[in-house]
């Protein structure tokens, strides 16, 4: 089939206007044209970049937030973490046998039978995490009347049926504490303190 005549003469035109364009400019809109693909491709390589340093943070988020629904199923509904457990291996998970590498932090001794199961040190705080069976109340009174004993002045800055966080102060010094009840019996403390 050949093509109708106005398209081969439009063609023809074309081909006949891009021979007169001058070498320089090929080599500006060469250049352009790069200059534009090498901006994509660095705003590429940053995303990708960024995502995979926000993987880390969105997992341990994660596992918070798995572990926070499963305690309040297990309170409106108990047996469901065995069953659950059944299913999902790893999701109900039983705190560390041994402690985690790291240091304890803070004047008060940590409750006995606690395992430490987090260590952060940040740029500006260090966080650590416990994890145990232990009662609830006894655990809180552990800790309050620990720090007060070594001076510490406390602020109860909030406070649930599943959770309690409270702030101790000795001169410049702050440390939070937040108690977390969790099922059958667990209590999970975390501790963070300025970095020294």
Known sequence: MRRPLHEHQFSARAASALRKVRARTWLILGAAVLGILGVFTWAGIALLSWLWGQFPTATEAGKRLAGEAMTQIEQMAPGVKEQVGQWVPGLVGEPPASDVSGADVGPVPRFPGLVRSH?????????????????????????????????????????????????????????ELSLLRQAEGRVEVRLKVLAQ
């Open 119 to 175: 260590f952060a040190r940040g740029e500006k705080t260090v966080e650590v995490r416990y994890a145990g069976r232990g009662a609830f109340d006894s655990v809180r009174a552990h800790y309050v009347q620990g720090f007060a004993a070594a001076g510490y002045a406390q602020e109860v800055t909030d406070a649930t049926l599943e959770a309690e966080h409270h702030s101790f102060r000795a001169g410049q010094e702050s440390i």
